[in-house]
């Protein structure tokens, strides 16, 4: 962890705003490691669940992967969004020619796995999901979005909290190449600012960013660290362009394409070195990490850092409805903490 990052997750005040979750975390994670390697899915209408399946049920699995095997699926999954729906009869079949066994409901899942992938591309169901999962105390992966909005991905992080049970949320494009080794201060050295790009496809039910840009932003706060003061966004049709200032007065950008080929990638400025952020280095790397997590029950990425990631694209929506004047991280965040779900 960089020295940013640990300075900003001591004094934060979104650390205060953010559940007050770091202390709970050791608690959890001694009481919730994987009792067994059952896997089971939830939503088969993204691209990520078959490559997942296929990894981890191929005759010959990478050794890193443990033994841990998908047993068992809900196919739903995204019931009103074409892209995504369109899916999954296709994907279904896919999984059930790798051995999964295709159930009807998110209780009959649970009944037959130990650890939980949630990987319904439509992010509205996800509480619900979740919540589920998290009540029969099943370790859970969260693939992006977390939730729908940021309201609800506090919600799951409260939630997880309640029931005590370890969640993990990532985009991969966190591990993508030399990101890992850029944020931890080894190839550029003290990070002094970035920029990052990414597709930027937009899907009228969730936030602009909830659905794709996600990836680009994640990679931004991966090299910068937590700590985001305010962000400024410009939209037009085919582009935005997202400013972030941090606390300690350093710059960030993302810019999301809606034009030209589907590239991600950055440049991260350090005081060392600049470096070249990128290509996208497939599923195996996070897929690595996500086995990692239900090994141990402890998650690589903070609650913080994540409701942070969902701040900064909250606050970027609300930058667009003002026509680009800069929002702060902390007023979005103290706006959702007001109309806070109680989870029950």
Same mark, same amino acid.
């Given at each position: 962890?960089?020295?940013? =990052? ?37 939503? %088969? ?75 319904? *591309?439509?992010?509205? +169901? ?65 990070? %002094? ?19 794709? !840009?996600?990836? !680009? ?31 300690? *007065?350093?710059?960030?950008?993302? =810019?999301? *394409?809606?034009?030209? +080929? ?23 790397? %996070? ?33 667009? =409805? ?23």
């Amino acid at each position: 962890m960089d020295i940013n =990052r640990r300075k900003f997750i001591r004094t934060s005040a979104i650390t205060g705003i953010g559940l007050g979750f770091m202390n709970a975390l050791p608690a959890m994670n001694s009481k919730n490691k994987a009792a067994g390697k059952r896997v089971g899915i939830i939503g %088969l209408d993204t691209s990520h669940s078959t490559a997942f399946v296929e990894a981890l049920n191929s005759p010959n699995p990478d050794a890193v992967y443990d033994g841990y095997k998908v047993v068992v699926a809900y196919p739903y999954g995204s019931k009103t969004i074409k892209s995504s729906y369109e899916r999954i009869p296709d994907y279904t079949e896919q999984v059930k020619k790798l051995g999964v066994v295709i159930v009807n409901s998110v209780a009959e899942l649970l009944d037959k796995v130990d650890v939980v992938m949630l990987e319904t *591309n439509d992010g509205r +169901p996800h509480l619900e999901q979740a919540l589920q999962v998290m009540k029969a105390g099943k370790t859970l992966w969260i693939d992006k979005p977390v939730a729908g909005t940021l309201i609800d991905a506090m919600a799951v992080y409260d939630a997880a909290k309640k029931y005590k049970v370890p969640v993990f949320s990532a985009s991969s494009l966190r591990y993508a190449t030399n990101v890992q080794e850029t944020a931890n201060g080894t190839s550029a050295g003290k990070i %002094l600012g970035a920029d990052t790009f990414s597709p930027c496809p937009l899907e009228s039910t969730h936030p602009d960013f909830f659905w794709y !840009g996600i990836h !680009g932003i994640e990679i931004l706060i991966t090299v910068m660290g937590t700590g985001c003061k305010q962000v400024s966004r410009v939209h037009t049709e085919d582009t935005d362009v997202v400013t972030g200032l941090w606390k300690d *007065n350093r710059i960030g950008t993302f =810019r999301g *394409n809606r034009k030209g +080929p589907n590239e991600y990638g950055g440049t991260a400025f350090g005081d060392r070195a600049f470096v070249h952020l990128g290509p996208y280095a497939g599923y195996e790397p %996070l897929l690595k990490e996500i086995i990692k997590f239900f090994q141990t029950g402890i998650a690589p990425v903070s609650p913080e850092e994540t409701l942070e990631i969902y701040a900064f694209m909250e606050a970027a929506d609300e930058s667009k =409805r003002r026509g680009g004047a800069a929002v702060t991280l902390d007023d979005v965040m103290k706006k959702a903490l007001a109309k806070k779900k109680i989870v029950h």
